[in-house]
């Protein structure tokens, strides 16, 4: 199989379309794997690292319905990231192109319908954004993550795959090492990050709190944060100076699957990528949707899991007044909680997606031989 596979820009996007590249290159070294995605999103430093995998960019960026001067600049370099998607589907020849949504499919997708490839789209989030909506109208296949995102899309076929994750998050169970991370064996751990790029508010609620209370008072729990690469130099500034020893910051967390399993519960955002990680981990959350996300599909994501009882959903507007330490102090004194809100997730589908989605993109392959 020739793979093209086009997404990226935020790890919601590329991680779920690495899980898949990684589940494929496994099955057999003989695939052959292009991956077309921005210069400068988190696949540009994370795809050269596989030798195995073809990486292409393409000058392109998201038509913003915040900024007239955002949608303008998104709108001038469309017609560039077109040419440039053009010459990498001619030159690499896919036999199928895969993409997981974001303005960074639009341009392989459109080739791929011109040229007659076959093209299924991914929509990781339960609302699907502008891109998937336009596409779905069109393309071969659209691949879910939920089943009712199909009463937001019209679409010509459509199949439930749920969303690939991390390999280590779903296969690797080798024992957790909180020391390895800065932080106490006997002391349940609250993992907070904001994605692969950090979230201020996130980091700043906790460290608010921390900084405002006495130095007698006794924390039953302990935190380890993932600031991204740009928050951690003043975060870790501020934590140093804080008279607990319960907080502990990193840059950024190499292997999720082995934080996951030490956590207790985990404070995050609303993405499509994180939303799969809980419910294959079975994580009690604290989820607060990023305000600024397309058709604000972190807080219907962050929705579904706090209806199924999984999770709590705080809007980011009321996070800085929420009582977190309170909250999170009843949660860890008893634990029943957060047992029934671990149980909760059986009752979802847990399965990282990733072998669904291969299987499907090779029938896709062998309909059209067959055609």
């Given at each position: 199989m020739r793979l093209l596979v086009a997404g990226g820009g935020t790890g919601g996007h590329f991680y779920p379309a690495l899980a898949v590249m990684k589940k494929l290159h496994k099955e057999s070294k003989e695939h052959k794997i292009c991956y077309i995605g921005t210069g400068r999103g988190l696949e540009a430093r994370i795809a050269p690292q596989y030798d195995w995998l073809e990486f292409k960019t393409i000058t392109i960026r998201g038509l913003s319905r915040q900024s007239l001067t955002g949608f303008l600049k998104g709108l001038a370099l469309l017609p560039l990231g077109l040419v440039q998607a053009f010459f990498a589907i001619r030159k690499f020849d896919p036999d199928v192109i895969y993409g997981t949504g974001g303005y960074t499919t639009f341009p392989p997708a459109f080739w791929g319908l011109i040229l007659r490839i076959p093209v299924l789209t991914h929509e990781l989030n339960l609302k699907p954004g502008v891109t998937n909506r336009i596409l779905s109208r069109f393309v071969t296949k659209v691949l879910l993550s939920y089943p009712d995102t199909r009463r937001h899309l019209t679409v010509r076929d459509s199949k439930v795959t749920g969303t690939p994750v991390r390999r280590e998050i779903d296969e690797d169970r080798a024992p957790a090492n909180p020391e390895s991370f800065g932080l106490k064996q006997d002391s349940p751990i609250i993992l907070l990050f904001g994605g692969s790029k950090g979230s201020k508010i996130l980091i700043e609620k906790v460290i608010q709190e921390f900084e405002q209370m006495d130095e007698k008072t006794d924390i039953p729990f302990q935190f380890l944060i993932q600031t991204g690469r740009n928050n951690y130099p003043p975060f870790s500034e501020r934590v140093e100076s804080l008279p607990s020893e319960k907080i502990s910051v990193v840059e950024y967390i190499e292997n999720m699957g082995e934080v996951y399993r030490m956590s207790d519960l985990v404070i995050c955002r609303g993405g499509a990528g994180t939303m799969a990680e809980l419910v294959t981990a079975e994580k009690p959350a604290i989820i607060v949707p990023w305000s600024g996300a397309a058709e604000d599909h972190q807080y219907y994501n962050g929705k579904y899991l706090e209806q199924k009882g999984a999770a709590f959903l705080v809007e980011e507007t009321e996070w800085?007044?929420?009582?977190?330490?309170?909250?999170l102090t009843d949660l860890l004194s008893s634990r029943d909680k957060l047992r029934e809100m671990s149980e909760s997730y059986s009752y979802m589908d847990g399965d990282s997606?990733?072998?669904?989605?291969?299987?499907?993109?090779?029938?896709?392959?062998?309909?059209?031989?067959?055609?």
């Open positions: 800085l007044d929420y009582p977190l330490v309170e909250t997606g990733a072998g669904e989605v291969v299987k499907t993109l090779k029938d896709t392959i062998s309909e059209g031989e067959l055609c």
